[in-house]
């Protein structure tokens, strides 16, 4: 039997790992719900602020759990969108899977 701390680490090692390096504060300090941040895979429709890099590898997680993951971690820093600027298969990671890179933004919508 595989002890309960171990198999925390072993199930928290196969989701998502994502990062952040900020460019700038968000305008207003706020936490946006990771519901509520919107992924655009073009330039959005209003004008926006960029706020920092975000970087997800997806490991052995599913696509909706990054997505899921990188929505929460921008929310917190102020963002309600993320601009998806590149996507690949990382095949010479032991992992696999897919990284993703994107930049957090507040749109200033009227």
């Given at each position: 039997m595989i002890p309960?701390?171990?198999?925390?680490?072993?199930?928290?090692?196969?989701?998502?790992?994502?990062?952040?390096?900020?460019?700038r504060a968000a305008p207003s300090p706020r936490v946006v719900p990771a519901d509520a941040v919107e992924v655009f895979a073009i330039t959005p429709p209003c004008p926006f602020v960029e706020l920092g890099l975000v970087d997800a590898a997806q490991g052995y997680a599913s696509t909706a759990a990054t997505m899921a993951a990188m929505r929460a971690r921008v929310g917190r820093h102020g963002a309600d969108g993320l601009l998806m600027i590149d996507h690949h298969h990382r095949r010479l990671h032991r992992d696999g899977g897919v990284a993703y890179r994107a930049i957090a933004i507040v749109q200033q919508c009227n």
């Open positions: 309960t701390r171990t198999l925390l680490v072993l199930l928290a090692a196969c989701g998502p790992s994502v990062s952040y390096t900020p460019f």
